[in-house]
T-cell receptor, first 115, second 116 residues
Framework: AQKITQTQPGMFVQEKEAVTLDCTYD???????LFWYKQPSSGEMIFLIY??????QNATEGRYSLNFQKARKSANLVISASQLGDSAMYFC????????????FGKGTSLLVTP | GAVVSQHPSRVICKSGTSVKIECRSL??????MFWYRQFPKQSLMLMAT?????????EQGVEKDKFLINHASLTLSTLTVTSAHPEDSSFYIC????????????FGSGTRLTVV
């Protein structure tokens, strides 16, 4: 069975600073994908970044980067130069063949960016 | 980019009635649709997976007779909450996987269901 763990229920960061949101996972699938989504209060799920289990380099998308440490089974999200609009819930998710390719989500981290 | 249109965005219904939620993929063919439920301040929990033209696969603990899923075409999947009760009040959101099998998942905008 797959498991995603996000241990930070809430995080604060000051505007323009960088913040790291933690995510660890557990799976027996050799092939899997890791995703990060942002969910503002409106409820929509906004895709941020994807990392495949066989990708050699850490994924980056603008201000978002994924610190992928395969041996440690961690996939932390780094947001650089935080903006007030980054305040939202952030979910780490994993997809694997044994999950029927459904995304399995962690509990989420609530990020608040302060001026 | 790919868009999944989910309707309604909000619905209030009386206890005992049924509510239908639609998810349409507007510019791609969604062979697989995933339905999630999210209670306040909690994570998204997978309810069921539906593939076009076949019966949905429900997760353990999800009542298939209560949450009817139909995926009759490659562009439309529906979730019907039958005989709704207040405990069914939740945020329901669909997610489509493009038939090309890529890494892309496109989410609907969600439906906030309140049963009174």
């Amino acid at each position: 069975a797959q498991k995603i763990t996000q241990t930070q229920p809430g995080m604060f960061v000051q505007e323009k600073e960088a913040v790291t949101l933690d995510c660890t996972y557990d799976t027996s699938d050799p092939s899997y994908g890791l995703f990060w989504y942002k969910q503002p209060s409106s409820g929509e799920m906004i895709f941020l970044i994807y990392q495949g289990s066989y990708d050699q380099q850490n994924a980056t998308e603008g201000r978002y980067s994924l610190n992928f440490q395969k041996a440690r089974k961690s996939a932390n999200l780094v947001i650089s130069a935080s903006q007030l609009g980054d305040s939202a819930m952030y979910f780490c998710a994993m997809r694997g063949p044994n999950s029927g390719y459904a995304l399995n989500f962690g509990k989420g981290t609530s990020l608040l960016v302060t001026p | 980019g790919a868009v999944v249109s989910q309707h309604p965005s909000r619905v209030i219904c009386k206890s005992g009635t049924s509510v239908k939620i639609e998810c349409r993929s507007l510019d791609f063919q969604a062979t697989t649709m995933f339905w999630y439920r999210q209670f306040p301040k909690q994570s998204l929990m997978l309810m069921a997976t539906s593939n076009e033209g076949s019966k949905a696969t429900y997760e353990q603990g999800v009542e298939k007779d209560k949450f009817l899923i139909n995926h009759a075409s490659l562009t439309l999947s529906t979730l019907t909450v039958t005989s709704a009760h207040p405990e069914d009040s939740s945020f329901y959101i669909c997610s489509a996987r493009e038939w090309t099998g890529g890494d892309g998942y496109t989410f609907g905008s969600g439906t906030r269901l309140t049963v009174v």
